[in-house]
């Protein structure tokens, strides 16, 4: 069965420092790739996804992903983190054929002026 | 559009009580999708649907949940009776297509505390 783990359950940045959030996931074939921020009180929103092609993806707000088939790894990056980008972080694994995604259980992002 | 609409946004009910949660998905959206976040479980899938059939309820976690989808722009969550380990927040999601790989748009949820 397709799995996601996000090794850290919580991280603290500097405000512009650099950002890696960390995700691995479990599926045979190649899966379908988000990550997904959840702001205070709001829902989930995409901020990007990986198909397939270029195995670096550009999302919004700054942040890319790099998709490592060896690694079993999407992790999310920005160069400078803002103090708006402190949220709940999601990444999320689907597949072909399938209407379910699998979410893992999220990083928060703690970002210090 | 407005995207995915729920109300109430918040709810605080007692014990036994029956809750009602509702969704509008983005119109043209033929997936629909309950979420449940807790703390402890993180966000957990409970139904969802597409065109406004149940297709998956095995994430509901029993008799006292249900959910219906009657038209393609409206679906509820019921609780009843309601318990405190029911609290917790509550999205709807819709998407275009197999969502596999289709992105998915989240209404705001709707935070219940059952007291």
């Given amino acids: 069965a397709q799995s996601v783990t996000q090794p850290d359950i919580h991280i603290t940045v500097s405000e512009g420092a650099s950002l890696e959030l960390r995700c691995n996931y479990s599926y045979g074939a190649t899966p379908y790739l988000f990550w997904y921020v959840q702001s205070p009180g709001q829902g989930l929103q995409l901020l990007l996804k990986y198909f397939s092609g270029d195995t670096l993806v550009q999302g919004i707000k700054g942040f890319e992903a790099e998709f490592k088939r060896s690694q079993s790894s999407f992790n999310l990056r920005k160069p400078s983190v803002h103090w708006s980008d402190a949220a709940e972080y999601f990444c999320a694994v689907g597949r072909t054929s399938y209407d379910k995604v699998i979410f893992g259980p999220g990083t928060s992002l703690s970002v210090i002026p | ?115």
């Fill in chain 2, 1 to 115: 559009d407005a995207g995915v609409i729920q109300s109430p946004r918040h709810e605080v009910t007692e014990m036994g009580q029956e809750v009602t949660l509702r969704c509008k998905p983005i119109s043209g959206h033929d997936y629909l999708f309950w979420y449940r976040q807790t703390m402890m479980r993180g966000l957990e899938l409970l139904i969802y649907f597409n065109n406004n059939v149940p297709i998956d309820d095995s994430g509901m976690p029993e008799d006292r949940f249900s959910a219906k989808m009657p038209n393609a722009s409206f679906s509820t969550l019921k609780i009843q009776p309601s318990e405190p380990r029911d609290s917790a927040v509550y999205f709807c999601a819709s998407s275009l297509g197999t969502s596999g790989r289709e992105t998915q748009y989240f209404g705001p949820g709707t935070r219940l505390l059952v007291l």
